[in-house]
């Protein structure tokens, strides 16, 4: 029996993909869409315009090249050179798995499956209606998971603030924390159905 050639096996995907990411829209994520893993809009579903959509597949591309390779070094260099913390600095367990971005836009989920593939997943700043709020104007939440490691921390967060000390930053981020732990979730297991779907996908030099 002979397999069906990459782009092939992309296509016929793609009607399947397609379909679930539009049936999985609601009014806590209104965008969800896949990129290829230099920006290109694989499959979206959305009621803003083309253009709009090209905008938010760039950033998004943008802001995972920013911040994934972040949280791992930063954290590991800031722990102390002991055994229990061995695990930390090791290159593969620490790998980004995901990152959460609370900008003006919204709140905006990136996740790099295993095919290579960044799921993206927006939905609207929690409390917010129409405007932004002052706070969002002036900080940038960032949300970046890991996997799993033996000391439980699955989730590290990084807090950019223009005003205010770092302490009053968190917390005040963390007000919201039921709308964007909420998306955050959904945004997640959309993920996970994704990777079990895409598993073995193997991108053209063409669809890249």
Not at 5 to 17: A, D, N, V, W, Y
Not at 22 to 47: A, C, E, V, Y
Not at 126 to 154: C, N
Request: a neutral charge.
């Amino acid at each position: 029996m002979t397999s069906n050639p990459p782009q092939s096996q992309t296509m016929l995907l793609s009607k399947r993909i397609s379909t679930f990411l539009q049936n999985n829209i609601s009014p806590h994520l209104h965008t969800l869409m896949l990129l290829t893993p230099t920006g290109k809009l694989l499959s979206t579903s959305s009621s803003a315009p083309a253009s709009v959509l090209r905008h938010q597949g760039t950033l998004a591309l943008s802001l995972w090249t920013l911040y994934s390779p972040f949280p791992a070094q930063t954290v590991s260099d800031a722990l102390p050179p002991n055994g229990e913390s061995s695990h930390a600095r090791n290159p593969t367990s620490r790998e980004t798995k995901s990152i959460l971005i609370q900008m003006e836009l919204g709140i905006m989920v990136i996740r790099l499956l295993a095919c290579g593939l960044l799921f993206v997943a927006i939905g609207p700043a929690p409390g917010v209606s129409g405007t932004t709020t002052p706070q969002i104007q002036r900080e940038g939440l960032v949300s970046i998971s890991q996997p799993a490691s033996p000391d439980g921390g699955h989730e590290r967060e990084v807090i950019r603030s223009g005003e205010g000390s770092e302490t009053a930053s968190v917390r005040s981020a963390r007000g919201g924390g039921v709308g964007i732990s909420g998306m955050r979730r959904q945004a997640e297991e959309l993920g996970k159905w994704l990777e079990g779907a895409l598993d073995g996908l193997i991108l053209s030099t063409a669809e890249r």
